[in-house]
């Protein structure tokens, strides 16, 4: 638990060092050169480019920080999931600022930081931790240490061939059925 819960505190620093980003970048843009005013549909576009520069920000805390330990190999898989699981986090978050922006009509500079920055915000991020933590960084080894974690007799097959005696408990008689006729 303890690991767990330190864990999800450099995840937590990673995404405010993500949200600083996100946040400044989206309302610089907001009341700049992608204003609602000169643009149409200016918020949108603010948010998508903010988002995109934070998750590479975090992309990068996340990888080789949070979840160091449990990295794969795999550069380019890895970031592909990353990437899919973090654009899944943007749309949860882009669909909070539409419904605000367009559907309920609030358009002021602290209604889209509310809907983004806050509410989007904290459902993407629930989203993005669970699905880094089982899929995107769930190391090589993850499926033996959880299956050994959990007392669970599961797991791959160990490559050296041997049985896996640490997690044996106990050996049962094997009682013979089927006697051999004399």
Known sequence: MRALLAQFVRFGLVGAVGLVIDVGVFNLLRITVLAPEAMQHGPIYAKLVSTSLAILANWLGNRYWTFGAARRPQLVREGLEFAVVSVGGMMIGLACLWVSHYALGFTSLLAD??????VGLALGTAFRFWLYRVWVFRGPGARRTDAARSGSA???????????????KAVAAVQNRFPRNK
């Open 154 to 168: 599961e797991g791959p097959v160990l490559p050296s061939g041997r049985a896996p005696l640490d997690r044996i």
């Open 113 to 118: 930081n509310l809907s983004s920055n806050v």
